[in-house]
């Protein structure tokens, strides 16, 4: 299947297969893209990263990373304003599929669009939420984010620089590659919804990754033109602002609950409900 750009999906040719159990009490459908029943692929576009690579620690022991990638200057990089334009759509189109199957999915009846934006659907663009009121910020630009597989010890999708040379990741860490400014244009598959009790959202998988570094420093260069100035001025000056938080936190938490990989099924005749695009 060829990547195609989110703003040009074709809604009427996506659709999922019946809930399947997991292993691990998890519950998804496989998510099918075009009459031959291949998958949703498609590109990011080359996005800034608002922090650091994110790891977490698993009950079992093991690990899980996740990445988050930035929307800043989408209204000026055609590329980024495509594939944010694209997921907005499929939100919309997921709230109403969430909807029509809510009985199969989430074992509810009688749920609306508002209901499921409101408790149940975790978006593709994600926006942060003022911690006093639990309202959508637009402070700050909004993110998408992806799953980084790892297995065996070994990264599941190559990585590329910005001179299209493969990285040898035993060599070079990818948790120093994905810092804080750096930029990432990754090609992505849409693998699944997964669903439960606290609702559903669409899983990604990385294909391959490109990475440009941010703007480092190894040489000396400051300015001590004005270091004293500079520093009577920063000792009246608080170092933080009290009433600035991050957000993340909470979202990572919804979104970690990964499904196990396993092979989809032969595909069979869904009973899921298609959708037709309004326009």
């Known amino acids: 299947m060829k990547p ?10 996506l659709d999922f297969s019946e809930v399947n159990n997991l292993d691990n009490g998890g519950k998804i459908c496989y998510a099918n893209y075009g009459e031959d029943g291949g998958s949703l692929i498609t590109s990011t576009g080359m996005m800034e990263l608002p922090w650091n690579m994110n790891v977490y620690d698993e009950a079992d022991g093991g690990k899980s990373y996740a990445l988050s990638l930035s929307f800043k200057g989408r209204d000026t990089n055609p590329a980024t304003k495509t594939f944010y334009e694209g997921l907005e759509a499929l939100d919309e189109h997921m709230l109403q599929t969430g909807v029509d199957n809510q009985v199969e999915w989430l074992r509810k009846k009688g749920k609306t ?3 499921m934006k409101e408790d149940y659907y975790t978006p593709n663009v994600r926006w942060g939420k003022d911690k006093e009121t639990g309202e959508i910020s637009t402070q700050y630009p909004p993110r998408f984010q992806m799953k980084l597989v790892k297995k065996n ?5 190559p990585v590329f ?6 990285v040898d990741l035993e060599e070079v860490k990818l948790d120093d590659l994905l810092v804080k400014g750096a ?17 559903y959202g669409c899983k990604w998988k990385v294909l391959q990754m490109k990475v440009v570094k941010g703007q480092q420093f190894t040489e000396y260069a400051f300015d001590d033109e004005d270091d004293e100035d500079e520093t009577m001025e920063l000792s ?4 933080t602002d009290p009433t600035l938080t991050t957000d993340d936190d909470e979202l990572e ?4 609950e990964e499904e196990q990989e396993v092979a989809p099924p032969p595909k069979t005749k869904r009973s899921v409900k ?3 695009k309004t326009a």
């Open 4 to 13: 195609v750009n989110m703003n040009d999906v074709d809604f009427t040719k």
């Open 274 to 276: 298609r959708v037709k």
């Open 153 to 157: 010890g070994r990264w599941d999708f």
């Open 183 to 199: 930029k990432v244009k990754a090609l992505i598959k849409m693998t699944t919804v997964w669903t439960g009790a606290r609702g």
């Open 113 to 115: 669009v508002e209901n």
């Open 253 to 256: 938490d919804e979104l970690l």
């Open 236 to 239: 009246r000056t608080p170092t």
């Open 161 to 166: 620089s910005d001179d299209r040379k493969r």
